[in-house]
């Protein structure tokens, strides 16, 4: 993880610290929101931030920077 953390977005390394209970208060409570959200309120997150949104879908589906971690404790959103 550390050899790509100089090549991570914003959004990656606010969602890396998420998963590694590094983040404060604010983007952990967004992240809890969005592992949360249905599809509605997916898409409202989204309008405000698109790129939090978009890495955790990659996290989840496999993709992307999803595609380097091993996370298994993170509560996944039915939203897809």
């Known amino acids: 993880m550390n050899t790509r953390s100089n090549k991570m977005t914003k959004a990656e390394k606010r969602f890396d610290d998420y ?3 590094r983040s404060g ?3 952990r409570a967004l992240f809890e929101a969005i592992t949360k959200a249905d ?3 997916t898409g ?3 309008k405000a ?3 939090e949104i978009e890495v955790y879908l990659q996290y989840i ?3 992307g920077y999803g595609k380097t971690l091993k996370h298994e404790d993170l ?3 039915d939203f897809l």
Do not use: A, D, H, V
Request: no cysteine; net charge neutral; proline share 5%.
């Open 49 to 51: 931030y698109p790129e």
């Open 44 to 46: 409202l997150l989204k």
């Open 19 to 21: 998963l590694n209970n």
């Open 75 to 77: 509560i996944l959103g």
């Open 39 to 41: 599809s509605y309120n």
């Open 25 to 27: 208060s604010f983007f």
């Open 61 to 63: 589906r496999g993709e």
